[in-house]
């Protein structure tokens, strides 16, 4: 009875912490506009994408435990709509947003149906192998700047200019929000506990008549489609898009904000992208500061984190918060 | 395309398969007996090439370099299993995943820090830069052909190693039932070390071959580690045999598109873009080729009996 109880109070902890994250990051920019910090509006939107991206990933490897290494190629095909849609002289962002989603929708039915016919290492290998196809592609692709990418304007959304300030952060957390509401339904419906079901054991939920692969493709697709729409507004904030948007090191850097934030939890990704993030920026400085010669080097350091995190930070900084929480509630 | 230069890239290809092969063994046991997704392997050779060329320069003899640098490889892996890789092996793929790529990080700054940003030169000596002719009026480097014929040899020491010898049986014993071989009194701790060490010696010895072909900088070894993941995805893991030939395929596919898909592609489109698309879509071909094998034989081609 108190395991049931413990389970539901867990439940509903990640979902408030969802909850205070959209808040605070609704409420962000009005402290950034007191304190005159304009560029940490531009960090909180890329924590806001990459949290979003991360989330969408979160779905086929928190909750339905299949290790995707090859995430960031549907980041990248999001980003590379708004490109080549530009490149023809289509401005619309709703049209951005929807070309994104179709094609990601499409290459997440493809690359699911394909890779999941693998599992365990191999199927870690057969999306990397699908994401470094497509890196390869767009670099061959010189009609939209091979190599070197090609700068875009930022999509038009009929009323809402995205050049004025804030805009773009706001359509952004909209989008956040829409994506967390659907996630949270998604991990909640009979689907979602379908999808944990086979993660922790699938031949009993085919002994019990379900086809797992229908779930599985599903959650792919979704997560995929997930993945576009950040990648779409992430080319739209950056205004330039190029195959390194989609480096088989993005995927993997998708994978450390899971892990960061704590596995299949919602809140988790999001937690995890601000602490990357942030790290990403104060890491430099703070080497600055005991070794500047240093500061340039920040990986030496940020390796070894990452490798402590692996061994001991088993839960990510959700299940920290948690262990507060109820360490606290119990004294 | 004329026979000469065919035949040269032929060549080429052979030594990319079998410089890969030297990459991939070790990392094919080390996935297949271990079940660990290790990504660092392309830190060993880096390491490998780095230990070369700077005790090359130090010492001032090629060969001098290349004798201390493969017990630096050696002991790098040994080393590194010691200190990091054994307390991961009970954790599932996706956390040896995101440490090795810590791992990762921390090499290539590492080596920065060390050694500059930039290239390292390291200068054949005179006595290998020459040319052979392979057949009458087909010159060939040299030094390639040193590197073949070195491949070629470490190919069949590590064949005879893992098929003739007692710690190639218990290896096999153990990519097929680690808890059975285990209890069978093999100490498989011990054994995951040596693995270790062997397969980050082997990679070393392929960094330091690629070092004067290639440039010797940090981030070096990423690229052939993708590769040498494909390899052994296509061969199997944890297969030897199987990731040899898939080694060879995988070096001739990608050495032999870049040169022919610009050629090909010229016929019917404009020079200048078929030469900027020819090596990105030779890239791809590879992938493409292990996409197929796994849609067709999702354990790769030659997986080991299990």
């Given amino acids: 009875m108190t395991r049931f109880f413990s389970l539901i109070g867990r439940g509903l902890l990640q979902h408030r912490a969802m909850m205070y994250l959209l808040v605070g990051f609704a409420l962000f920019p009005l402290y950034t506009g007191f304190a005159d910090l304009p560029f940490w509006n531009d960090v909180a939107i890329r924590i806001m994408l990459l949290g979003m991206a991360a989330m969408g990933l979160n779905l086929v490897l928190g909750y339905g435990g299949m290790v995707s290494f090859g995430h960031a190629a549907f980041f990248g095909i999001g980003a590379y709509c708004v490109g080549i849609s530009s490149y023809y002289d289509i401005f619309n962002g709703w049209i951005h947003i929807g070309f994104s989603l179709v094609t990601c929708g499409l290459m997440g039915v493809i690359i699911g149906l394909l890779s999941l016919r693998t599992s365990g290492i191999y199927f870690i290998m057969i999306t990397l192998a699908f994401a ?144 990357f993030l942030l790290l990403e920026e104060f890491l430099p400085e703070l080497i600055q500061a005991i070794a500047p010669d240093y500061a340039e080097n920040w990986m030496i350091v940020f390796g070894p984190i990452l490798i402590a995190i692996v061994m001991f930070g088993r839960g990510g900084l959700l299940g920290l918060l948690i262990k507060l929480f109820q360490r606290k509630g119990a004294s | 395309m004329t026979f000469t230069l065919f035949l040269e890239q032929a060549f080429n290809g052979f030594q990319a398969g079998i410089t890969l092969f030297l990459i991939a063994a070790g990392l094919t046991l080390i996935l297949g007996i271990m079940d660990f997704v290790f990504l660092a392997h392309g830190s060993q050779v880096m390491i490998g090439a780095y230990a070369a060329a700077s005790l090359t320069a130090l010492t001032q003899n090629f060969y001098l370099g290349i004798l201390f640098a493969i017990p630096i490889s050696f002991f790098a892996g040994y080393a590194l299993e010691y200190l990091v890789i054994r307390h991961l092996y009970k954790r599932d793929h996706m956390e040896q995943v995101l440490a090795t790529f810590g791992l990762i990080l921390f090499f290539n700054e590492a080596i920065r820090v060390g050694f500059g940003p930039a290239a390292l030169h390291s200068n054949l000596p005179a006595s290998l830069s020459g040319f052979v002719y392979i057949l009458p009026e087909i010159p060939y480097p040299e030094f390639r052909l040193l590197v073949i014929l070195v491949g070629f040899a470490c190919a069949i020491g590590i064949h005879l190693l893992v098929s003739r010898t007692r710690l190639g049986a218990t290896v096999r014993a153990g990519a097929s039932n680690a808890a059975m071989t285990a209890a069978l009194g093999v100490n498989i701790t011990r054994l995951r070390r040596l693995v270790f060490a062997i397969g980050a010696c082997f990679a070393g010895v392929a960094g330091m071959m690629l070092g004067p072909l290639t440039s010797v900088e940090p981030g070096m070894g990423e690229p052939l580690l993708i590769l040498s993941l494909v390899v052994i995805i296509i061969g199997g893991i944890g297969s030897v045999r199987g990731a040899f030939i898939a080694a060879i395929i995988v070096g001739m596919v990608d050495t032999m598109g870049r040169v022919m898909l610009p050629v090909i592609l010229r016929s019917f489109m404009e020079q200048a873009s078929a030469d900027g698309a020819g090596p990105a879509l030779a890239s791809m071909m590879v992938y493409i080729l292990m996409a197929v094998v796994l849609v067709f034989k999702p354990t790769g081609l030659f997986p080991p009996n299990r």
């Fill in chain 1, 132 to 275: 470094q196809m497509l890196f390869f592609a767009f670099v061959s692709l010189e009609t939209f700047g091979g190599d070197d990418g090609m700068s875009i304007d930022r999509a038009e959304f009929g009323l809402i200019d995205l050049y004025e300030p804030l805009r773009l952060y706001f359509l952004v957390w909209a989008a956040l929000v829409i994506v967390s509401l659907l996630l949270m339904f998604i991990v909640h419906s009979r689907f979602g506990v379908t999808l944990r079901a086979i993660k922790s054991n699938e031949s009993r939920v085919e002994a019990m008549g379900l086809t797992p692969l229908k779930f599985k493709i599903t959650a792919y697709v979704i997560s995929a489609m997930i993945c576009g729409l950040a990648g779409t507004l992430f080319a739209s904030w950056q205004e330039y898009v190029s195959p390194d948007i989609m480096h088989w090191t993005r995927s993997g850097e998708l994978m450390i904000i899971i892990i960061l934030g704590g596995l299949g939890t919602l809140a988790g990704p999001l937690l995890g992208a601000i602490a």
